[in-house]
């Protein structure tokens, strides 16, 4: 089941994608106004029984498409966890030893655009860079996860396109500055359901700018794994339904190219991750 969360006619709600079209349920169960509630609310086992219930009556080309979840409390980002990315890492010069633990940072939710919706590059800067990622959505609150029951508090998995402003993620050890720009954090178009993906599948995932491909690669060349992202990060906060873990990115970035490429106005960029599908936005110059 893909769930996701849509603005139509000027009413923001969330619902099911069957076929081309879009089941309300915001409509339909007002007691759930937000996916993030329904989650919550530990219904997502029961997605497919709810929207059959409902008429899909919304064309998937009339919505604007938001984040999948549009406010998650914790946006938990992993950095350098991809093999091939610590290799161009540190063939760039950076010295970086493989970390013994998940290294994580945080996004805010007002970072994050939707499906379809522009990434917006902010004027003090040029080097806009994309990262094409796994997301994972938690269904059930946890704290101290062990890894081998990671799986049980995930209710689905989505894409991410964790576009950096590069000069200011490197003003600091810490990255988060260049992270957390407005409207960079591309997230969508759907979540699928846990139910769908087996635990720890090898997902393929390519991301292209302009149609030419600029990452490619499979989940299986993470350093840590999703299970042991999870175990870690709840280690040291519990983890509440709607919280969203972007796993990594491979590599493949612009800055590690020579010359460096980044993203101008006017760019497409997709991030393809296999049995969840495509994540398109424009690059445009922030107002």
């Known amino acids: 089941m893909k769930l996701l969360s849509f603005k139509y006619q000027g009413r923001e709600s969330w619902g099911a994608v069957l076929g081309d079209a879009v089941a309300d349920l915001g409509r339909a169960y007002p007691q759930y106004p937000t996916l993030q509630s329904y989650i919550a609310a530990g219904r997502v086992p029961q997605a497919a029984a709810d929207a059959a219930t409902v008429s899909a009556d919304i064309p998937l080309a009339a919505i604007e498409y938001l984040p999948v ?57 040029d080097s806009l860079d994309w990262e094409g990622e796994l997301a994972v959505i938690i269904g059930k609150p946890g704290r101290n996860i062990a890894a081998d029951k990671a799986h049980e508090h995930i209710a689905g998995y989505s894409i991410y396109n964790d576009a950096s402003i590069r000069e200011w993620q490197f003003h600091a050890k810490s990255i988060a500055a260049g992270k957390n720009f407005e409207s960079t954090g591309a997230f969508g178009p759907w979540m699928v359901t846990a139910d769908e993906i087996a635990p720890d599948r090898a997902l393929a995932l390519k991301t292209r700018l302009n149609g030419e491909q600029m990452q490619s690669t499979t989940t299986a060349d993470m350093i840590f794994s999703v299970a042991q992202q999870i175990a870690y990060a709840s280690t040291i906060f519990t983890l509440m339904p709607g919280d969203v873990f972007v796993t990594g990115t491979p590599g493949g970035v612009g800055w590690s190219k020579k010359p460096p490429r980044f993203m101008v106005p006017g760019d497409v960029v997709e991030v393809e991750i296999e049995a969840i599908g495509i994540l398109r936005n424009r690059v445009e110059q922030a107002p």
């Open 69 to 125: 979840i549009t406010q998650p409390e914790k946006i938990i980002c992993a950095i350098r966890n991809y093999h091939d990315h610590h290799k161009e890492v540190v063939a760039a010069g950076l010295d970086r030893e493989l970390s013994e633990h998940p290294p994580i940072f945080l996004r805010v939710w007002r970072s994050q655009t939707g499906h379809g919706q522009p990434i917006l590059r902010p004027d003090c800067s």
